[in-house]
């Protein structure tokens, strides 16, 4: 049924084989109608002259016109392959068949009993010969060719009944069924083929697709090789890998190509090896990564390879894809290096330090032994970083890199962790004493100078320290302790290895607190002045105080500015207490003789503050302290992170009128550029180079030469900081300082103390 049209199975898309069907009826047109029109002749021929002339031509119009009619629909159906047929288009050709059988029927009912017994043979052998034409033509569309069939057949069947050959009756039954199964099985065979070659078209027309996307992709090839493993039909793609044309490849061992000078050695490395053993072995695989050597290069490739079978099923060769993975890879290297490594020193980075200490743990863990974490911070080294450039920067952290790679050996890991901050990995520390050896090399050998683009630069190293498990079982926690510690080294100053202890986290927490109340100490009128008188070294008259801030805390009781202003500048809160002692200090100079300054200390933080000239005008206005009275301190570390703000900060200060020292000249980083750049009124030395002429040292006793003579050459005026003996000061008026100020001709006092002064003619006071 589904042969012929009357029903469609589920499975299977019919609507589309129907069309294929239907649209094969156009080609066959022009015969079917040639062999009716011969058919119709020769029918013509017959009974010429028996059957009417009329009749017969009336015959042959009709049937020309159902033929014409017939043509047309098959015309209109030349297309249905490619879109679904409709059931009245089917409808419509089945009844133009009808229509013609109908008309074939013409001759047998109404010319054959016009005519004799020969004739009506003759009249059938031609309707035969046109029902074997039509099953053989029309096998595509069984239900026309058994319209036709049946309908011929049983007016056949009938007139030979009428004339009374039983016989041709018979025979022509037969016909008929023989003609029926015939077509039916031949429009099943023509379906089947049908169906196989739509299912091929759609196969080749995929893999037609994805051939061509492989040939259109960048990086693949397509490879063959013989028996003989030698390289066949050679795409150009492949040859292009390989960098030669397909003619100089094409018979060449495929090994030999790939292999460079390894072919002639015989040590292929391991890949290759792995890749000929395996096309020896007639195996095929797949994404093999094999190292090649092309034109001399080493490159990556990634190979697949089926073997391939004759079509006697014999082995025959190979063939596969393959395409260059060499980027990919040395990226994905790159990236993994990377992700582990510091770029600029080639140290681990963070990220393998943290996996290095969180093994050491787990080790540590097994073998019950202890581990180490030690974070290195270097001192100075943003003083470095700031004055000389970030290249100069970099040069010297490779450096510091080298050398602490000098000092591991296989039981540590030093890494990385960012800006100046290293880190060592001690992975068996069951022996304390190694982690302080290890501390103390870091620190020494780091401290070192360093030689770098013609600088000799002096920094230090200040390390934290935590022991796993004991400090801290997690990683993290190790590694915030081993911060703790370091921190806590900083905070003395640096260049020292402190341990972690539990007390830290007190330290830390009292710092907070610390904090919490400075943010108070100004409005709880906590603060107060203390000046400290510097006298001429000549004749001991006093010349100026400095300002120097106390704090009295509620909290904390006395806390000493070298605790607090140093917190103060990391919260900015020195910017507020900086305002305040500028405007006390003028306030109480100006109850001094006229010819008596007041020098108030500034941090960095402040010269940096947009609104510092501001608030220094306004201490000036609001007290009336002339400009000239007022000298502001401040240290060389003010150069170091914004040197052209703080430079262009001191210049409007000094274009006031007001002063500018340099106050603990000597401890900073590189010093004498400041001094000839600006025009300091006064150039502090620090206590340290005091103490050191006072017990002979050379070196200080240079330095305080050579900062005097440098002073006067610029019209500068120097100050010997901290003497507190009378052998210091004798020694100090020798070196030519011109002023003097420490604890031998008064202490920081109150400022009614200080006031006092005046009116004594003795200048030092009780102590
Ligand atoms: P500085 O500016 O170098 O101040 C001199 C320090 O040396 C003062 O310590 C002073 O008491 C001490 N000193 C003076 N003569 C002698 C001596 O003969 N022997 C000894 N051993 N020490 C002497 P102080 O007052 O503790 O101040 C410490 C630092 O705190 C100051 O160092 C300064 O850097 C900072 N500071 C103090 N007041 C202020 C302030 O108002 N603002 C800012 N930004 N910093 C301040
Ligand atoms: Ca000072
Ligand atoms: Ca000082």
């Not at 089945?94 to 009993?113: C, D, K, Q, R, Y």
Request: proline share 3%; with cysteine.
């Amino acid at each position: 049924m589904a042969v012929l049209g009357l029903s469609d199975p589920s499975n299977g898309d019919w609507g589309r084989l129907r069309g294929l069907q239907y649209s094969s009826l156009a080609r066959v047109t022009q015969v079917r109608v040639i062999s009716h029109v011969i058919a119709a002749l020769a029918v013509i021929r017959i009974y010429f002259g028996d059957v009417h002339i009329a009749a017969l031509i009336g015959w042959f119009v009709v049937l020309a016109a159902s033929l014409y009619y017939g043509a047309s629909i098959d015309k209109s159906l030349v297309d249905v392959d490619r879109r679904r047929i409709g059931r009245d288009e089917v409808q419509k050709q089945t009844m133009s068949s009808l229509g013609n059988a109908l008309i074939w029927v013409v001759p047998m009912a109404a010319f054959a009993p016009f005519g004799d017994a020969s004739q009506q043979l003759e009249l059938w052998a031609i309707t035969a010969m046109l029902l074997t034409a039509s099953a053989v033509l029309l096998s595509a569309v069984p239900l026309a060719n058994l319209v036709l069939t049946g309908i011929m057949g049983v007016s056949a069947l009938a007139s030979f009944a009428w004339a009374g050959s039983f016989e041709m009756a018979l025979l022509t039954v037969l016909f008929g069924v023989v003609i029926t199964l015939g077509s039916v099985e031949t429009a099943r065979s023509f379906l089947t083929a049908r169906i196989a070659e739509s299912a091929m078209a759609e196969k080749s027309e995929v893999v037609s697709m994805l051939l061509r996307e492989f040939e259109e992709g960048e990086a693949d090839w397509l490879w063959q090789i013989d028996t003989a493993r030698r390289v066949r039909s050679a795409s150009p793609r492949f040859a292009f890998a390989l960098g030669l044309s397909p003619e100089e490849i094409e018979g060449k061992p495929f090994i030999q190509l790939i292999a460079g000078p390894a072919w002639d050695t015989g040590q292929f490395p391991s890949s290759l090896h792995d890749l000929a053993e395996r096309l020896k072995r007639r195996e095929s695989f797949s994404n093999c990564l094999v190292r090649v050597t092309i034109s001399g290069q080493q490159r990556w490739w990634e190979i697949s390879g089926t073997p391939k079978l004759s079509d006697t099923g014999s082995f025959d060769g190979f063939r596969g894809v393959g395409s260059d993975v060499t980027e990919q890879r040395e990226s994905s290297e790159k990236i993994a290096h990377m992700a582990r490594f510091d770029t600029l020193t080639g140290l681990p980075n963070r990220m393998m330090v943290t996996e290095a200490l969180g093994e050491a743990m787990r080790y540590a863990d097994q073998w019950r032994t202890k581990c180490a974490f030690l974070m290195i911070d270097l001192d100075r080294f943003k003083a470095v970083n700031d004055t000389l450039g970030h290249l100069v920067g970099d040069q010297l952290l490779a450096r510091v890199s080298e050398r602490l790679k000098s000092l591991v050996t296989d039981n540590e890991l030093c890494g990385r962790l960012g800006g100046d901050e290293f880190a060592v990995v001690i992975r068996d520390a069951s022996d304390h004493n190694r982690v302080v050896r290890v501390a103390e090399a870091v620190i020494d050998t780091l401290s070192r100078p360093y030689e770098v683009d013609h600088h000799t630069l002096y920094i230090g190293a200040s390390v934290g320290s935590a022991i796993g498990p004991r400090d801290g079982t997690t990683v993290e926690t190790l590694m915030r302790n081993a911060d703790l510690a370091l921190y806590r080294s900083k905070e003395e100053g640096g260049g020292q290895h402190f341990g972690y202890e539990p007390s830290l986290h007190a330290h830390a927490e009292e710092r907070r607190k610390l904090e919490f109340s400075l943010r108070r100490a100004l409005e709880k009128n906590e603060m107060v002045l203390h000046y400290q008188p510097v006298v001429d070294a000549s004749d001991e008259q006093i010349l100026s105080f400095e300002a120097l801030i106390r704090w009295n805390s509620e909290d904390h009781g006395f806390v000493s500015p070298v605790k607090f202003i140093p917190l103060a500048e990391d919260t900015r809160l020195i910017v507020p207490i900086g305002e305040w002692v500028l405007r006390e200090a003028c306030r109480e100079a100006v109850r001094w003789p006229a010819n008596v300054k007041v020098a108030v200390n500034v941090s960095g933080e402040q010269l940096l503050d947009p609104g510092f000239i501001g608030s220094v005008v306004q201490a000036l206005s609001s007290s009336g302290l002339p400009a000239q009275r007022l000298e502001l301190e401040v240290t060389e570390s003010i150069f170091v992170r914004d040197a052209t703000t703080a430079r262009q900060a001191l210049e409007q200060i000094m274009s006031l009128g007001c002063g500018v020292a340099l106050d603990d000249f000597g401890t900073g980083y590189s010093s004498l550029a400041y001094i000839r750049d600006l025009r300091f009124s006064t150039i502090k030395i620090d206590r340290s180079f005091v103490q050191g002429a006072s017990s002979g040292a050379p070196e200080s006793l240079a330095i305080i030469r050579a900062v005097v003579a440098m002073a006067e050459s610029l019209e500068m005026s120097t100050t010997a900081e901290g003497v507190e003996t009378e052998r210091e000061l004798e020694i100090i008026r020798g070196l030519g300082c011109r002023k003097i100020q420490g604890y031998y001709f008064g202490r920081p006092m109150p400022a009614a103390e200080a006031r006092g002064l005046f009116h004594d003619s003795k200048l030092r006071v009780a102590q």
